[in-house]
């Protein structure tokens, strides 16, 4: 694997939140989107259609 490459997810495309993550690698991505959904909407759990939409919208950038 590329040291280079991060991996960003849109949440536009998963829940229609205008925020957008980039990290390291898919799991540091999810770690922010968690994080994010706790702070910014309240979410104690992210549900598990949404995860999914994440996991689907998660792209490698360079």
Known sequence: MNPMTEYSADLKQ??????????A??????KKVVSHA?????LNEVPAAVAQKLQEAMRPVM
């Open 38 to 42: 706790k702070q910014a909407h309240g």
């Open 14 to 23: 998963v829940c229609g939140c205008s925020w957008a993550a980039k990290g």
């Open 25 to 30: 690698d898919a799991e540091e991505v999810t």
